[in-house]
């Protein structure tokens, strides 16, 4: 099981030196001040050097200082309440170009993304839609855009896609009964993380089904249950998290679909295209 860096903290509190535990206490207390400083920057701010703190990464088994520090944004982003990261974006991007500076980020955000996300659990993945018997789909909050986007091109080119309407946790699993081992469940889930969607990706892998996990980490609440992990960087963009890196994931996924299974569904656009435009679904300008 991945911890999350409080979780590492805690563990390893009683190995601290006095220096080490004035970080922890940052971090633990301050994390939304902690998290975009360098190490340098986080050093003056508790009073031990540059070094020191580099120290303390590795202890926790980072491999530098730029991996702690994101695990300390992934804790900024699970608990900070919708004013918090406001008020924390707005420091971060100051007077700057909003334009630049939230487009850049994104740019970073899919780069970030394309070199770690596990090549083997993404076409693994698409083998799995593929050989479904049925593709539930589910995403709360802001991850429902997610949901809505893959559900609508799915659905385009299957018939047995099923995404989850979450207005109470009892639909849901009425929604997600007759799930079975030969199905596929899709879950999104960003910070902050919806209880509903972890305990409908429990009852899908209780049932045997395989689960296809959206998440932004393997610490996610929903990681531990996935049979293939998809991982894409998000990060806060005011109050709402910016999601470019998991859309850019949904795209991959339906072009993969399509190179496989050319021939069916360039057949069924057909057919669809004379139904478009008998019923003029679409203007002629």
Do not use: C
């Not at 406001?86 to 700057?96: A, N, P, Q």
């Not at 780069?111 to 050989?131: P, Q, W």
């Not at 896609?161 to 889930?189: C, G, P, R, Y």
């Amino acid at each position: 099981m991945a911890y999350d860096i409080s979780q590492r903290i805690k563990i390893a509190s009683h190995t601290f030196s006095k220096g080490q535990k004035k970080i922890a206490n940052a971090i633990l207390n301050d994390y939304d001040k902690a998290a975009y400083m360098t190490a340098a920057g986080l050093g003056k701010y508790v009073g031990v050097s540059e070094s020191t703190v580099v120290r303390f990464a590795g202890a926790l088994g980072f491999d530098g200082y730029v991996e702690f520090q994101r695990a300390v944004q992934e804790l900024v982003r699970t608990r900070l309440t919708p004013n918090q990261r406001i008020e924390i974006t707005k420091k971060r991007i100051g007077r700057g170009d909003v334009l630049e500076n939230v487009m850049e980020s994104d740019v970073e955000k899919i780069r970030y993304t394309l070199d770690t996300l596990d090549r083997d659990a993404f076409y693994k993945s698409v083998d799995a839609i593929l050989a479904a018997k049925s593709v539930y789909i589910i995403g709360m909050r802001s991850a429902e855009v997610l949901a809505r986007m893959l559900d609508y091109n799915l659905s385009m080119i299957f018939d047995n896609v099923k995404t989850i309407h979450t207005s109470s946790s009892e639909e849901v699993f009425e929604q997600m009964f007759s799930i079975t081992e030969n199905d596929v469940l899709i879950a999104f889930s960003f910070p902050r993380y919806s209880s509903k969607t972890v305990n409908a990706v429990k009852y899908a892998r209780s049932k045997g089904a395989t689960v296809v996990a959206f998440t932004d980490s393997d610490i996610s609440p929903i990681a531990e249950h996935a049979s293939f992990l998809l991982t894409a960087q998000s990060d806060m963009a005011a109050y709402m998290d910016s999601l470019v890196a998991p859309i850019s994931i949904i795209n991959a996924i339906i072009v993969e679909i399509t190179r496989r299974r050319e021939k069916q569904i360039t057949e069924r656009f057909d057919t669809l295209e004379k139904i478009w435009d008998e019923y003029g679904a679409y203007t002629k300008r």
